[in-house]
């Protein structure tokens, strides 16, 4: 079990209750999710990762990587180096009776060692937003990723969130892994 320190009440997490940031730092996800169109979804999950920021970030920022941190990523490809770098991500997902393919090609803006914008310049999707922080948290960093997606499939947006809620913190459990590993 895990004590709050000193340290850690100098890194507190705006909007957390105490219970929720000792969950933090004994290796839980949080996840929100929320309604974010008439047929996507929104979700937000934070988790705490037991290594420094900087090297958090040097791992982040390796796109073509996220096929490792997340399963259903099949390809991830830096299209185009600088100040805004442009990202090709190809997905695939199982359900009961078919297979979804899906691909975006996403501007990405880095704010660095703090925050990574990812926006939708075309793709399978209406719209698609995704956000990455990283604080100080403890002695390791706190990350937070916020996605906001509506596919051009008309699926309810209940079971977009339902999806979103139940496979993000699987996702976020593996990205954790593999980045501590290194």
Known sequence: MMVLSIKDLNNTVPNRSWSQQKALLQGEIL???????AWG??????????????SAWQQLTDYPRWVQYFPDVTKSEVLHQGQVKRL??????????????VEIYLNVFEVPEQHIQFRLEK?????????????DFG??????????????????????????HMEL???????????CAA
């Open 31 to 37: 996840v929100e999710t929320r309604a974010h169109s």
């Open 41 to 54: 979804g929104a979700v937000t999950a934070q988790m705490y990762l037991p290594i420094a920021r900087s």
């Open 88 to 101: 090709y991500q190809v997905a695939q997902k199982a359900f009961v009776f078919l297979t979804a393919q």
């Open 123 to 135: 793709g399978t999707f209406t719209d698609f937003t995704a956000d990455l922080t990283l604080q």
């Open 139 to 164: 002695d390791g960093t706190l990350l937070t990723y916020s996605v906001q997606a509506t596919p051009n499939l008309p699926v309810p947006t209940v079971f977009i969130q339902q999806a979103m």
């Open 169 to 179: 913190p699987g996702n976020m459990r593996n990205m954790r892994q593999v980045l």
